[in-house]
């Protein structure tokens, strides 16, 4: 985010976003396999595996119950992602070797900005979804993504109350 200003006079308050691509698993992941999940917003859906899946929730084995996951995926998927996937949602639902599946600092970095921006059309909104999940040598992480209704605006907020959101809620 920042605050712009043209001759001194403030503008406003911009959020720049960039196509989470190829391009930028190059230049942030580098060399190696990194696979992106970009899942939809569970608004409207009634379907309790969708919902599951968009929360990081393990329900079983059945890449069918992860669909909402793998076919959003922002990469394409090669034999034995759905499975690699599935086995990291079932340790992160068990607490399993925690420090070794997350990317802690990525999905602290996630959470901090998407805090910050009052992101409530995103993971801890109501819609839960518009985040990106990457998966990279085992180890999962969060990035954000469709930002385009920060602030509170996905939610209708006036400026002091998404200023004045509470970080706990």
């Known amino acids: 985010a920042s605050k712009v200003t ?12 960039e196509g989470v691509e190829d391009s930028f698993i190059s230049r942030n992941y580098g060399g190696g396999r990194t696979v992106l999940y970009k899942p939809e917003s569970t608004e409207g859906s009634e379907d309790a595996r969708v919902i599951e899946a968009v929360k990081l929730k393990y329900t079983d084995d059945d890449p069918q119950s992860y669909a909402a996951l793998l076919e959003n995926a922002g990469t394409e998927l090669e034999p034995g992602d759905s499975d690699r996937l599935i086995g990291l949602l079932k340790k992160l639902n068990g607490y399993e070797d925690l420090d070794w599946i997350l990317d ?8 901090a900005v998407h805090t910050f921006t009052v992101s409530d059309d995103s993971y801890t909104g109501s819609t ?7 998966v990279r040598d085992g180890t999962l992480s969060m990035l954000p993504w469709d930002y385009n209704t920060a602030y509170g605006s996905a939610s209708g907020m006036e400026e002091r109350a998404a200023v004045n959101a509470p970080i706990d809620a």
């Open 6 to 17: 043209l001759n001194g006079e403030e503008i406003g308050l911009y959020l720049a976003v």
């Open 104 to 111: 802690t600092e990525e999905i602290l970095r996630y959470f």
């Open 128 to 134: 839960v979804g518009n985040y990106v999940l990457a």
